[in-house]
């Protein structure tokens, strides 16, 4: 069921550990969009797998810090 999220999949890539606090309003709302990510059959993905995808698709789509990127030497 991953009609229009704008995540469709995860990317297998060797993760750095990262300690996070989140607002309890936010960890149900990843737990949430891992279910809905999980096709029938699969265990829903993690909110911490999620996290970091979604802070890369914000990131690659912001076009000012794109710009910032691009300025540096």
Do not use: C
Not at 59 to 71: I, N
Request: proline share 7%.
């Amino acid at each position: 069921m991953t009609e229009k999220l704008k995540l469709s999949s995860l990317e297998d890539d060797t993760p750095v550990k990262l300690n996070l606090e989140l607002p309890a309003s936010v960890h149900r709302d990843l737990v949430a969009y891992g279910e809905a990510m999980t096709s029938s059959g699969h265990r829903p993905i993690e909110p911490a797998k999620l996290a970091g995808a979604m802070l890369a698709r914000f990131m690659s789509t912001d076009r000012a810090f794109a710009k910032l990127r691009r300025a540096k030497p």
